[in-house]
């Protein structure tokens, strides 16, 4: 089971590596033997005083010795390197799993576990390889070899040789499986401790502006005591795993002892043998021990490698292919959470190329849902989306969409940078946006350095960059939520007067509750309680006299009315 976890997780390149280190510490174990063998007629001669006869044997435990020597740091090199691919495939799959996973799904926990598996996961396997796989691979090869090489001694000793390999073996599994279930239990408390601290740090500022910090941290103290029973659970769980390992141990040694001395009894072994089979016993013992003090390693590595095999197989999606420009027709289309809430139902639009949308309605009733689903953020549960007549996968939608939302965040680098492009069209973008001026305080307009996610500029300052970005950005679609929700008057203008610059140029479709937004727009579509209620040019919705006009007329009553 480790072996095939290690041989996914690490690819072909990998399973190379895995091969010629299991050559090496194998070949090395049969070394070990042939030490340990090589001492019955060094010993023979020694005991003899015949020192000139032991010179040869001398000389070869020497020369076994130095080999042993020479590839088990080989197979320790070969196991960091098996370490290294593991890491490589963790971190390569990392990206990846944080680029393809929708965004419902990139909840803390799975947060949380991408950090753990990422961060941690490639390290843990390297260490484990060396650690814990090396000792384990020669106790059993070790033992193997040691049964053949007994059998040309006494035969009675590769039955009891085998027979203690096989329980103890058997005991290590035994207990591993005992302990599993408590280790799951510790893995999940170990999780939601660090869910439930990251999320107290995050929630900091809020938590001392309201003075709650003290009630806002009992979601931490109860992870911690969910925490603290499951290390509990997990010691209490070991003692047995550990007695049946050290019963088996016991037995172990009880048969080979009996065996000594039948065959000395028998006078099959003299003095010197049975000596010599102190010290076998003596590094038959060392063998056992490394390994009974694995055990309960065995479990948590099994556990790491499980996760990290799942977490590199999980399916991720590809990055979509851009669709060939078209109408984007919506049909059907139908959100609902996990908790059960309906977000959006039964919508059905149609987006024509080159149009402006302007999707407006009262707070919670689904704008920004249908949006991320245009934008190929979340799939919808029910419903189509196509292009050019042609269906798309929520890949594709964002493989073609440029998206501006209200948390604007940037790359650590100049204005300039962060729009990534050149010549006149930049100078028209910046112009556009009005980003000359930014920030108005140090004056270097389009040079400035933006700061870690561009928390050097003001909100509005940030969002007007942002939406620069995405009009300098290739997409055949661009979405905008919320974009002027917090801004000022000044930056509103700056914003509408970038998206009247690409105005036909590209489909665009703006959620907002700001009435200055509409001058830009070719199509006003009206929603209430996940559905579209109303949906048409301005002029037409003024005059139907339905919900639209009704939120016109909340306009002209209170000017700068926000919902
Ligand atoms: N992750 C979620 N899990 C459960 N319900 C959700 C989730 N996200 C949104 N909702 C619910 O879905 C409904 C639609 O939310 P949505 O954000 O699309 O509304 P909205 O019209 O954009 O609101 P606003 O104008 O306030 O941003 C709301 O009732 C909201 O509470």
Not at 191 to 197: A, G, I, K, Y
Not at 356 to 374: E, F, P, Q
Not at 537 to 549: F, M, P, V
Request: glycine share 10%; net charge negative.
């Amino acid at each position: 089971m480790i072996v095939t976890d290690i041989r996914r997780i690490t690819g072909a390149a990998g399973t190379t590596a895995f091969r010629r280190f299991t050559a090496l510490t194998v070949f090395s174990s049969g070394l070990q033997v042939a030490a340990v063998v090589l001492l019955i007629p060094l010993l023979h001669h020694l005991f003899d005083h015949n020192a000139a006869g032991a010179g040869p044997w001398t000389a070869a435990l020497i020369a076994v010795t130095a080999a042993i020597w020479m590839i088990e740091r080989s197979a320790a090199g070969t196991g960091v390197e098996l370490g290294l691919h593991a890491m490589r495939a963790v971190g390569r799959h990392g990206v990846r799993a944080i680029r393809d996973t929708p965004l419902e799904q990139l909840t803390p926990a799975r947060k949380s576990e991408l950090r753990s598996l990422v961060g941690g996961g490639g390290i843990e396997l390297t260490s484990m390889v060396v650690l814990l796989i090396t000792p384990i691979l020669t106790a059993v090869s070790f033992t193997c070899f040691l049964a053949v090489a007994l059998l040309f001694i006494d035969w009675r000793f590769a039955p009891v040789t085998i027979a203690g390999a096989v329980l103890l073996l058997g005991a290590v599994l035994v207990s591993e499986r005992i302990e599993r279930g408590a280790d799951d239990a510790f893995t999940g408390a170990t999780l939601e401790l660090d869910e439930r601290l990251v999320e107290f740090a995050v929630a900091q500022p809020a938590l001392r502006t309201a003075g709650r910090v003290e009630r806002g941290s009992t979601h931490v103290d109860d992870a911690v005591a969910g925490g603290v029973r499951a290390v509990r659970r997990l010691l209490l769980w070991q003692i047995p795993g550990q007695m049946l390992t050290s019963t088996a141990l016991q037995l172990t040694l009880l048969g080979f002892g009996a065996a000594t001395w039948l065959a000395y009894d028998d006078g099959r072994l003299d003095g010197v043998e049975a000596a010599v089979m102190v010290i076998v016993l003596m590094r038959v013992i060392e063998q056992i021990t490394a390994v009974s003090m694995l055990a309960s390693s065995l479990h948590t590595v099994g556990a790491t490698l499980r996760q990290l095999r799942e977490f590199v197989e999980r399916p991720t999606t590809g990055p979509g292919r851009r669709p060939a420009p078209g109408a984007i027709r919506a049909r059907g289309i139908g959100v609902t959470h996990p908790d059960g809430t309906v977000a959006v139902t039964g919508v059905d639009l149609d987006l024509e190329p080159g149009t402006t949308t302007v999707i407006v309605g009262a707070s919670g009733c689904g704008k920004s849902t249908l949006l991320d689903v245009l934008a190929g953020l979340v799939e919808p549960t029910t419903g189509t989306v196509s292009v050019g007549e042609l269906p798309v996968s929520a890949a594709d939608l964002r493989a073609m969409t440029t998206a501006v939302f209200q948390d604007t965040v940037l790359g650590n680098a100049t204005i300039r940078d962060n729009l990534r492009i050149t010549g006149p069209e930049l100078d028209e973008v910046i112009s556009a946006a009005q980003l000359d001026s930014v920030p108005g305080s140090s004056g270097d307009g389009p040079d400035t350095r933006v700061g870690e996610s561009g928390n050097r500029l003001s909100g509005g300052e940030r969002q007007r960059v942002g939406i620069a970005r995405a009009l300098t950005a290739p997409g055949d679609l661009l979405v905008v939520d919320e974009a002027t929700a917090n801004l000022d008057a000044l930056n509103e203008r700056a914003i509408v007067s970038s998206l009247a610059r690409v105005k036909g140029r590209r489909t665009t479709v703006v959620v907002t509750h700001r009435p200055a937004v509409l001058e830009i727009a070719d199509r006003v579509v009206v929603m209430a309680e996940g559905r579209i209620v109303e949906s048409g040019t301005r002029e037409e919705l003024s005059a139907a006299g339905g919900a639209y006009a009704r939120m016109e007329q909340q306009w002209r009553e209170v000017r700068d009315w926000r919902v």
